[in-house]
């Protein structure tokens, strides 16, 4: 090697250790600070539950004679959307003024009574986002015209937090 090659690889050498050194030292000094300033945050998250429901009202009309009840017109199926980040239990109710006249199911096959105007839709916990369902509704036939119902939702935690 030449001088001027020791020379620029002596240079080189200085530098990166002036650069490590400086480095370790704004490390060093960096974690003491952190550790003498140390703090503990808590966060907290407040529980939520929500409700989404397309329509209240359901006009009922006798679309065929089979069974003696009145389906919804146009076949309309309620879409309820629950979100929770709760970690305890909720129940989605449903309430109507038609009594035990008006029967609602999760799957249009396996039919429920409104019972005294309310019946237990479902039950979950945390949702991760919006968790949909979807009901169907018939009405006991009691006259032949057409006839609209109110159906409302109630959506309730259960539990203590």
Do not use: C
């Amino acid at each position: 090697m030449d001088g001027r090659t020791n020379r620029e690889v002596r240079w080189g050498i200085v530098i990166i250790v002036v650069v490590l050194a400086m480095a370790f030292g704004f490390f060093h000094e960096t974690r003491a600070q952190s550790e003498s300033a140390s703090q503990r945050l808590v966060v907290v998250i407040p529980e939520i539950l929500r409700l989404r429901v397309d329509q209240s009202d359901v006009e009922f009309v006798h679309q065929t004679m089979e069974e003696n009840y009145l389906y919804p017109v146009d076949n309309q199926i309620q879409d309820i959307s629950v979100f929770s980040n709760m970690e305890r239990e909720w129940v989605l109710q449903l309430r109507t003024e038609a009594n035990g006249d008006l029967e609602w199911s999760t799957d249009g096959m396996t039919w429920h009574s409104a019972t005294n105007g309310h019946g237990t839709v479902t039950v979950g916990k945390q949702t991760k986002g919006w968790q949909n369902h979807r009901v169907y509704l018939r009405l006991r036939a009691t006259r032949s015209e057409r006839t609209r119902v109110h159906v409302a939702y109630e959506l309730t935690a259960v539990g203590d937090r």
